[in-house]
């Protein structure tokens, strides 16, 4: 295409609609050009080889044993053997051992390099005795006999080694991150980034959505964290705003008619660190839809994840069936609204069962309004073995170490006098046999299983209860390990009473709510919301 004509194509287009050139230099690091270049080198006159390469360092079989070949890349490791050298040579795509014996004309050369230095191979390809075969190699049934080889860059003593798999302090890391991302493991990840995009990215043209860059330099638009400002030139004393997320320009793209919209957008945010990702900025997949209802959101959603978690990790189970949890039951059942379902451990509301009991703690505290006591089931593992004491014990002061008092308990066992089942532990005592049997009733549970007790307002232990209740399931192996298990959390409450007694949104603002703007005239906490997350093992994927 003329340049004119591309100049005037690109003045077309909004700012919002033109493509990001530079990515995050920590995400995508910069390699050489003659390593794994596209653009290939002009070659000298008369010469058939590539000026770098034949193969790659993971394309040798035994079918090219015998051809003369040349490859480039990063000296992985070197290993003398009493007169013959070994190197196992890096690219982007695997390793190949080369060797070099003392027939050799490039044994003087091969004997100075160390590792990480870059070298261009020429040598004959031989195929390995049987004994020798390396089947964790793409490359393991041959090697390359070295005639000859050229230093492209020699580097000096390594302040981390690239080779083997240590952890190191963060600031080196990050100063030789370089050398960091060389690293075998960060290697694959940068790799499993880049193919997740892609694969996200196929699954949403193959569902008629089409993908825009919205615009980075932007006005405020809060999402719940502080913004990163940006000082403007032209405006002096006024700022701009890197956007949280890119809701209102994708709302625009909505109102101005494309339908369906999607972009791996990045998100600045000045927050604090997550376990889950970047205090700075991070990357999501960012979809909007014209004329939908909420079933249709999951419907297109569905596909891309489930797909996703299938293509990258064919080991483990992905069922299709993704419940829909009320927000209310998903905190009284799991004391999270991004419940991990690996655990089938639901929790329950007693409070019947002590209200007026002869266990004070849980009978005063009953009398006030709002407050209630939930348990816990804690049924015997696989193993069978029962749910004792020392185990109970152990879980009460891990309530305690969360910053409550501790957790009440009860577990069933076989009678001493051999009479059949009894409850045993301070709160069987304190309200009876009739009570504990009502409680095992309503739980489910039989000998050799348990139950914990915590009692008060809901917000104030509904936390520390999920984590106990996840913990309980871990201990007594009760969660599955081989599967991912997807929910829908739906029904969120449109608003909620802050400490100070206002009214505020409780979620995200940008919601429609259930009933339309009519709901908005009545109780405003009783108003929900058509917002829901997508949880996945004690993971939040998806907000929406």
Not at 343 to 371: C, D, W, Y
């Amino acid at each position: 295409m003329p340049a004119s004509e591309l100049s005037s194509l690109v003045a077309t287009f909004p700012h919002s609609c033109r493509p990001l050139v530079r990515p995050s230099s920590l995400d995508f690091p910069p390699v050489p050009l003659c390593i794994g270049a596209t653009t290939k080198t002009p070659r000298a006159k008369g010469t058939t080889m590539h000026a770098y390469r034949s193969h790659t360092c993971a394309q040798l079989t035994k079918a090219n044993v015998g051809e003369t070949v040349r490859l480039s890349g990063w000296v992985h490791r070197v290993r003398d053997h009493g007169g013959v050298l070994f190197i196992d040579l890096r690219d982007h795509y695997g390793i190949t051992q080369v060797l070099a014996d003392s027939d050799s004309p490039a044994f003087a050369e091969i004997e100075k390099v160390r590792a990480e230095w870059v070298v261009c191979i020429d040598g004959r390809v031989k195929a390995r005795d049987a004994s020798l075969v390396n089947p964790k190699l793409a490359t393991g049934e041959i090697e390359v006999y070295a005639t000859g080889m050229t230093v492209l860059g020699a580097a000096d003593d390594l302040p981390m080694p690239v080779f083997g798999d240590v952890d190191y302090p963060e600031e080196t890391r990050l100063t030789y991150r370089f050398l960091d991302l060389r690293r075998e493991k960060l290697h694959q990840n940068m790799m499993l980034r880049s193919n997740v995009v892609r694969s996200i990215r196929n699954r949403m043209w193959d569902q008629g959505f089409n993908e825009f860059q919205t615009p980075i330099i932007t006005a405020s638009s809060p999402e719940g964290a502080r913004d990163f400002l940006v000082p403007s030139r032209l405006h002096p004393g006024k700022f701009y705003a890197l956007p949280q997320a890119p809701q209102q320009f994708k709302q625009l793209i909505m109102v101005a008619g494309f339908d369906r919209y999607f972009q791996i957008a990045p998100c600045f945010r000045d927050e604090d660190p997550r376990a889950d990702r970047s205090p700075t900025d991070f990357y999501q997949l960012d979809i909007e839809m014209s004329f939908v209802e909420q079933e249709d959101v999951f419907g297109a959603v569905q596909p891309v994840i489930q797909g996703l978690f299938e293509e990258f990790r064919p080991d483990m189970k992905v069922p299709g069936d993704w419940p829909r949890i009320a927000y209310r039951d998903s905190m009284l059942w799991y004391g999270s609204d991004k419940p991990d379902l690996r655990n089938p451990i639901r929790m329950q509301v007693v409070s019947e069962h002590f209200r007026g009991s002869g266990f004070a703690i849980f009978a005063k505290l009953l009398e006030n309004e709002g407050t209630e006591v939930r348990a816990i089931p804690a049924p015997k593992g696989p193993s069978g073995e029962p749910v004792g004491r020392k185990f109970c014990d152990r879980m009460n002061a891990f309530a305690q170490a969360q910053g409550l008092p501790g957790m009440g308990y009860i577990f069933w066992r076989e009678a001493e006098d051999g009479s059949g089942m009894e409850a045993a532990g301070p709160l069987a005592k304190n309200i009876g046999p009739e009570r504990t049997e009502a409680i095992r009733q309503q739980l489910g549970l039989e000998i050799g299983d348990a139950a914990f007790f915590l009692g008060g307002k809901p917000e104030q232990f509904e936390a520390v209860a999920g984590k106990a209740r996840n913990e309980i399931g871990r201990e007594l192996g009760l969660a599955e390990t081989d599967t991912f298990r997807f929910a829908w959390i739906v029904d969120f409450p449109m608003y909620e009473k802050t400490d100070d007694g206002r009214i505020d949104f409780s979620h995200n603002p940008f919601s429609m709510p259930q009933g339309g703007i009519e709901a908005l005239m009545g109780d405003p906490l009783k108003v929900h919301a058509y917002q829901y997350d997508l949880a996945c093992n004690g993971y939040e994927l998806i907000s929406g």
